[in-house]
């Protein structure tokens, strides 16, 4: 099975608000021949976009190989949260490696954000990009758990950005009964993701890179340097980076170990008007929730909901997206009811055992990147340009990254599928019993 073509036409963006709303952009040529690089890069979304960039801008000749179209996965299909720290909380990280250590990871991904809005803001991007998300309680038991991560990061990582919401605040913010309290992140931010993707594209061009769409690799050959193959042309390189996140498949296997394709989906309502938008959220802020399958919202610039959740255990896409999604959203807001749904559709990313990103150092010059596991917005733009510094030989945030002990799933690349089904059908049955 290849997720490439599983669920997608060929060289086509899915039917999304994303797609629909689109900032223009001409279609890249696919590979044709023979080409020469100092540098290949198999992926363009954010993690591949990002390192070419900064590679580009440091002097190297750069080639982006893409089997679709740029953003065309995860990078332009996500809910566009920028979220603050790592996918893992802190206590977590400071448990399982060291104050010291997680502080560190912190301090990347305060970086992280400030990245995409420097990269924003440099290069004109228009992305929508607003600050704010609200973190939200499904459960009583976990607004003061949720209350107290706020005040760590504000007393132990000086992080004065993030504040607590009792029930109260919750209703007035998110305009449901849904919630019992939560925290309000305004150093986080949300953004069109495609939109965001397409101007990382612009730029890369811009510096000088080559971007080849609908160019599926078929194979690589590596030794001292790397052979790429298409069905059309070859890439010859001295360096190679794997940025292909939940896209993985057969081409590398030691990374494809490491990271679990998985499904999500979002439907765009029709145009709700302001008033009706703002009385859903009344701050233009993001949402995500604590379930398990987490529900992830905001408001659109037209003022249509967005909403992300639900979930399957197959790699094909369910036939009625629209009907999977409403479930959770009604449950959030029933005064939904009777809103045509404009919008819906789905998105592979790639998973970690751990949740945090797989940054691997195949050889002295082949590195992968992915497994973003929901959170890649940020981490995925910062590893484009993490990897960018470790081939100029800044390898610190590199080795911060990779030495977060990453294990593979139960089974290995074959049978971990099953195991990851079992896993979620029991956290998301928790869900449903309110456990």
């Given at each position: 099975?290849?997720?490439?073509?599983?669920?997608?036409r060929l060289g086509q963006y899915p039917n999304s608000w994303y797609a629909a709303t689109a900032n223009e952009l001409a279609p890249f040529p696919s590979l044709k021949g023979a080409v020469k690089a100092d540098i290949c890069i198999i992926g363009a979304g954010y993690t591949g976009l990002s390192s070419a960039l900064y590679l580009a801008q440091a002097g190297f000749n750069v080639?982006?190989?893409?089997?679709?179209?740029?953003?065309?996965?995860?990078?332009?299909?996500?809910?566009?949260?920028?979220?603050?720290?790592?996918?893992?909380?802190?206590?977590?990280?400071?448990?399982?490696?060291?104050?010291?250590?997680?502080?560190?990871?912190?301090?990347?991904?305060?970086?992280?954000?400030?990245?995409?809005?420097?990269?924003?803001?440099?290069?004109?991007?228009?992305?929508?990009?607003?600050?704010?998300?609200?973190?939200?309680?499904?459960?009583?038991?976990?607004?003061?758990?949720?209350?107290?991560?706020?005040?760590?990061?504000?007393?132990?990582?000086?992080?004065?950005?993030?504040?607590?919401?009792?029930?109260?605040?919750?209703?007035?913010?998110?305009?449901?009964?849904?919630?019992?309290?939560?925290?309000?992140?305004?150093?986080?931010?949300?953004?069109?993701?495609?939109?965001?993707?397409?101007?990382?594209?612009?730029?890369?061009?811009?510096?000088?890179?080559?971007?080849?769409?609908?160019?599926?690799?078929?194979?690589?050959?590596?030794?001292?340097?790397?052979?790429?193959?298409?069905?059309?042309?070859?890439?010859?390189?001295?360096?190679?980076?794997?940025?292909?996140?939940?896209?993985?498949?057969?081409?590398?296997?030691?990374?494809?170990?490491?990271?679990?394709?998985?499904?999500?989906?979002?439907?765009?309502?029709e145009p709700l008007g302001r008033d009706m938008a703002e009385s859903l959220i009344a701050q233009d802020v993001g949402i995500a929730d604590s379930k398990f399958v987490v529900n992830y919202f905001r408001r659109s610039a037209d003022n249509r909901m967005l909403f992300g959740g639900g979930e399957t255990y197959g790699y094909r896409f369910p036939k009625n997206i629209k009907a999977?999604?409403?479930?959770?959203?009604?449950?959030?807001?029933?005064?939904?009811?009777?809103?045509?749904?404009?919008?819906?559709?789905?998105?592979?990313?790639?998973?970690?055992?751990?949740?945090?990103?797989?940054?691997?150092?195949?050889?002295?010059?082949?590195?992968?990147?992915?497994?973003?596991?929901?959170?890649?917005?940020?981490?995925?733009?910062?590893?484009?340009?993490?990897?960018?510094?470790?081939?100029?030989?800044?390898?610190?945030?590199?080795?911060?990254?990779?030495?977060?002990?990453?294990?593979?799933?139960?089974?290995?690349?074959?049978?971990?599928?099953?195991?990851?089904?079992?896993?979620?059908?029991?956290?998301?049955?928790?869900?449903?019993?309110?456990?």
């Amino acid at each position: 099975m290849n997720l490439l073509h599983e669920n997608d036409r060929l060289g086509q963006y899915p039917n999304s608000w994303y797609a629909a709303t689109a900032n223009e952009l001409a279609p890249f040529p696919s590979l044709k021949g023979a080409v020469k690089a100092d540098i290949c890069i198999i992926g363009a979304g954010y993690t591949g976009l990002s390192s070419a960039l900064y590679l580009a801008q440091a002097g190297f000749n750069v080639v982006v190989l893409e089997a679709h179209r740029v953003g065309w996965g995860a990078s332009g299909r996500n809910g566009g949260q920028l979220g603050s720290g790592q996918r893992r909380e802190q206590d977590e990280l400071e448990t399982m490696l060291g104050v010291d250590h997680a502080k560190r990871l912190w301090d990347i991904a305060q970086e992280s954000k400030a990245t995409v809005r420097d990269l924003v803001k440099t290069h004109a991007i228009n992305c929508d990009l607003k600050n704010g998300i609200a973190h939200t309680d499904w459960h009583a038991s976990g607004v003061p758990p949720q209350h107290a991560y706020a005040e760590k990061l504000q007393q132990d990582y000086g992080y004065d950005q993030i504040s607590t919401l009792d029930k109260a605040q919750v209703r007035t913010l998110v305009g449901s009964d849904a919630y019992h309290g939560g925290t309000l992140d305004m150093g986080a931010g949300h953004l069109h993701p495609l939109n965001y993707a397409l101007g990382l594209a612009k730029a890369a061009m811009d510096a000088g890179v080559s971007i080849y769409e609908q160019s599926e690799v078929t194979g690589v050959e590596s030794g001292k340097a790397h052979k790429i193959t298409t069905a059309t042309g070859t890439v010859n390189a001295a360096h190679l980076i794997y940025a292909c996140n939940g896209y993985l498949g057969r081409l590398e296997g030691k990374a494809a170990a490491k990271v679990m394709p998985i499904n999500n989906f979002i439907v765009a309502t029709e145009p709700l008007g302001r008033d009706m938008a703002e009385s859903l959220i009344a701050q233009d802020v993001g949402i995500a929730d604590s379930k398990f399958v987490v529900n992830y919202f905001r408001r659109s610039a037209d003022n249509r909901m967005l909403f992300g959740g639900g979930e399957t255990y197959g790699y094909r896409f369910p036939k009625n997206i629209k009907a999977l999604v409403s479930k959770p959203m009604l449950e959030v807001y029933p005064q939904l009811e009777n809103v045509k749904l404009n919008y819906a559709w789905g998105g592979t990313l790639g998973i970690t055992m751990n949740r945090m990103p797989s940054f691997m150092r195949l050889s002295p010059t082949c590195y992968s990147l992915s497994g973003y596991s929901g959170h890649g917005v940020g981490m995925a733009t910062m590893a484009g340009k993490i990897v960018a510094h470790a081939i100029q030989g800044q390898m610190e945030h590199f080795d911060t990254m990779a030495s977060v002990p990453a294990p593979g799933f139960p089974g290995g690349a074959h049978l971990r599928w099953p195991g990851l089904v079992l896993a979620m059908t029991w956290y998301s049955l928790r869900d449903r019993l309110g456990i």
